[in-house]
């Protein structure tokens, strides 16, 4: 529960709620003590006939590659955010120096439940093609776990992801997402 994201929004939050299509997610939200509902956001029928008022600030953590149709999610979420609110989205960077470096290796290092994949420029484009204006693009660099448990291939394969991601890191600060 601590590395559960509405755990961290909860701290600062005013009012918290919970969207998903996945009922069991929201049941164990709502034993947690979180207000949660079961809706799909590609629909906007159905988010409009959720108890719940337009807000501020919708987050969409980690959700939109895990989505089979991801502008319809983009634009049902629209319904959810007050005049002037805003949306903050995170993804997975597909032309993340790793992901490449692993495509050249012949594998991938993304979660099986992805089904689509996004750079900064795609999703912006699939952003204000559905009535978003991007106003900020962030880029987060994962770490690498502590290596010292590893041998021989593996770590040498931990140590050059750990160099990639302090290149991607720099990148970064430099405004290269």
Known sequence: LDRWIHTDLDRSADHLVGIDIDAAGVERARGNGFE???????????????????????????????????????????????????????????????????????????HPDHVVAFTWFTLSNLLERHGWSVRLVATYVPEVKDPSGLRGRDRLLAAGAATLLATERLLGRLGRP
Do not use: K
């Open 36 to 110: 949660a509902y079961v809706a799909d956001c590609r629909d906007g029928d159905a988010l409009a006939a959720l108890p719940v008022d337009p807000v501020e600030v919708v987050v969409a953590g980690e959700v939109i590659e895990h989505v089979d149709e991801p502008g319809p999610f983009l634009a049902g979420l629209r319904s959810l955010v007050e005049p002037g609110g805003r949306l903050a989205l995170t993804t997975p960077n597909a032309s993340g120096l790793l992901n490449s470096a692993a495509a050249v290796a012949g594998f991938e290092v993304n």
